[in-house]
């Protein structure tokens, strides 16, 4: 089964950058729709970025020009690079992955929370002064 561990986040200043990294392990990459997803206290979870098996790309607009999702098939590791942070990016940040024959992109192009599976343990980003 697959399973997700994220990690670098951490304590950043405004206007700083941080990569996150979420490898994946029990099954390959390859045959999966990935995404990152983030939840701030007393919000609900949101969907950050999104990527199809094909490598097609969706991405909110609170983050567009920022953030970037990538993948390394290679490595069995899905990335968010987030450059420019803002206090309003504070979150717990996840992983999360659908494969390709569950659900079709465009069914889960939307980057909504409830289309996904397999959640990581999340990684703690704080964006403050």
């Known amino acids: 089964q697959l399973q997700f561990v994220e990690s670098g986040g951490g304590l950043v200043q405004p206007g700083g950058s941080l990569r996150l990294s979420c490898v994946a392990s029990?099954?390959?990459?390859?045959?999966?729709?990935i995404g990152w997803f983030r939840q701030a206290p007393g919000k609900e979870r949101e969907g950050v970025s999104c990527?199809?098996?094909?490598?097609?790309?969706v991405i909110a607009d609170s983050v567009k020009g920022r953030f970037t999702i990538s993948r390394d098939n290679v490595k069995n590791t899905v990335y968010l690079q987030m450059n420019s942070l803002k206090p309003e990016d504070t979150a717990v940040y996840y992983c999360?992955?659908?494969?390709?024959?569950?659900?079709?992109?465009?069914?889960?192009?939307?980057?909504?929370?409830?289309?996904?599976?397999?959640w990581g343990q999340g990684t703690q980003v704080t964006v403050s002064s």
């Open positions: 999360a992955a659908v494969h390709v024959t569950r659900s079709s992109w465009p069914v889960v192009s939307s980057c909504a929370p409830n289309r996904y599976h397999n």
């Open positions: 029990g099954a390959s990459l390859d045959y999966y729709h």
């Open positions: 990527l199809s098996s094909g490598d097609s790309t």
